[in-house]
C-alpha cells in the first residue's frame, strides 16, 4: 500500500480555553505533526478567556488527520470549513 504524501490544505477554525493558554499548541502542530501553520486570524488576550484562530493546516492527509487528533483529544472546539475540498479526511 502506498502512502499519500502529496500536500493538502485543511481550514479550520479552533477556539483555545484559557487553561490550555501556556500550552504550546500551535508549536506542537508544527513540530510534532509536521504540518505547516498559517494563522488567518486570531483573537487571544493575556485575560481574555478562550483564544479564538483561524487556520490552514498543510500536509499530507496523515499528518492532518494526526494534527486534528491531537487537537482533538486536549478537548480543543474545531470547526472545520463545510465548503473545505479535504473536508473527507
Not at 508549536?27 to 504540518?35: D, R, T
Not at 486534528?68 to 470547526?79: G, H, K, R, V
Request: hydrophobic content about 40%.
Amino acid at each position: 500500500m502506498t502512502i499519500d504524501t502529496r500536500p493538502i490544505t485543511k481550514d479550520v477554525k479552533i477556539r483555545i480555553p484559557e487553561d490550555l493558554h501556556d500550552e504550546p499548541i500551535i508549536s506542537q502542530l508544527i513540530s510534532q505533526y509536521g504540518v505547516v501553520v498559517n494563522i488567518v486570524s486570531a483573537s487571544l488576550g493575556a485575560h481574555a478567556g478562550s483564544g479564538w484562530f483561524h487556520l490552514n493546516l498543510t500536509g499530507n492527509a496523515a499528518q492532518i488527520q494526526t494534527a486534528i487528533a491531537y487537537l482533538n483529544d486536549l478537548d480543543i472546539e474545531i470547526w472545520e470549513d463545510q465548503h473545505d475540498p479535504n473536508t473527507a479526511l
